[in-house]
């Protein structure tokens, strides 16, 4: 099927065939999509941090205009006397109007990407600033007691669901997973205790329910970012970025659960059943095509192999991982190629990305 080039929406216009107003929308999205897998490899997957170093420029004056409110309003709060509480709640309210306007205008006018990303993460600094000083017992946390956090906890995760609902930004939905996260670690905290270490968060072995809470969470943001990719398989919108982010969120929690847990147990076989275990893993994350599923899942693992436990067997771990990502990038496409070849029957292979 031949391409329709800029010359013939051109005639469509003149014809009264597409109005000015359609014609620009169909530029825009033509660009849009053009952009997202432009200079990219067949089978590559795309990946934007930012379209310039204005970007990088926006982002920079952003942090410095954030960090400049910060100290401004902190020496404010911290120089009144009382009124703690209602001083940084109407500090975080007022920060949180020029952020939306902020975001109005980088965002929905420029769709700019980095300060997309920034705006968000102040975003929800800012409303977790304000609405845990409101809302939480600063007293009781500062005696190691957080059992008023859940709350505000919710309350700013509802913040940044409200942020993504009306600027759509892919990296919010990260944000949201972890917030979703939090909150269930926290209430699990509170009937379980405290978790001694962060291995524990991972551990099947270890003392209260977090394993398993971080598991089932990694599974239903899977689900959540599987829904997104099977939406936009060719991946040219922002729904394909979105399941972008859930996935680096996903992986570690899906994978790291079980990894860690075989790591810690230390038996003979532990090691080999490790390598099946992400071998599955890589399969899933060759058919849905998600490097960065895969890349997110082993690195966490890694690191927390190389930081939380140590020994030959986590060392030479840590190496096959390494020649196993190696290969896969080198072999990536005639890898798929070949596994989606028998499943055509089975799989919704129109719903998902075409191998090359």
């Known amino acids: 099927m031949g391409q329709i080039e800029q010359e013939d929406i051109r005639a469509a216009v003149g014809s009264g065939l597409l109005s000015e107003a359609q014609a620009a929308s169909l530029l825009a999205l033509a660009h849009s999509r053009r952009g997202a897998r432009e200079n990219l490899a067949p089978g590559d997957e795309p990946f934007e941090l930012f379209k310039g170093f204005n970007e990088i420029f926006i982002v920079i004056g952003l942090l410095i205009l954030a960090s400049g409110y910060a100290a401004v309003t902190g020496l404010s709060i911290a120089g009144g006397l009382g009124g703690f509480v209602d001083k940084a709640f109407w500090a975080s309210t007022i920060g949180a109007l020029a952020l939306w306007g902020l975001a109005e205008y980088f965002i929905r006018k420029r769709r700019m990407v980095a300060p997309a990303i920034a705006l968000s993460l102040l975003w929800s600094v800012n409303a977790s600033t304000g609405l845990t000083a409101k809302f939480s017992q600063v ?75 971080t598991l089932l969470v990694g599974l239903g943001v899977f689900a959540v970012a599987m829904a997104f990719d099977l ?126």
């Not at 670690?185 to 991972?202: I, N, R, V, W």
């Open 139 to 213: 007293f009781m946390i500062a005696q190691n007691d957080y059992s008023s956090l859940p709350l505000p906890m919710a309350m700013t995760t509802g913040a940044i669901a409200l942020f993504w609902w009306r600027f759509k930004v892919p990296f919010a939905m990260a944000q949201i997973a972890l917030g979703i996260f939090a909150i269930a670690l926290m209430m699990a905290a509170q009937q379980a205790g405290t978790p001694a270490g962060l291995s524990d968060l991972f551990l099947f072995s270890a003392s209260g329910p977090f394993a398993w809470i």
């Open 231 to 356: 939406s936009d398989p060719h991946r040219v919108t922002r729904r394909s970025a979105q399941g972008f982010w859930l996935h680096v969120v996903a992986a570690p929690a899906l994978v790291n659960t079980i990894a860690l847990s075989l790591l810690e147990s230390g038996t003979a076989g532990s090691q080999l059943l490790l390598m099946i275990v992400l071998l599955g893993f890589a399969l899933v994350a060759i058919v849905i095509d998600r490097r960065s599923f895969l890349i997110a899942a082993i690195g966490y693992s890694v690191t927390l192999a190389a930081t939380v436990f140590d020994g030959e067997g986590a060392a030479m771990t840590v190496l096959i991982l390494g020649f196993i990502l190696v290969a896969l990038g080198a072999f990536w496409s005639r890898i798929r190629m070949v596994l989606l070849a028998p499943l055509g029957r089975v799989l919704p292979l129109d719903r998902l990305p075409p191998a090359h």
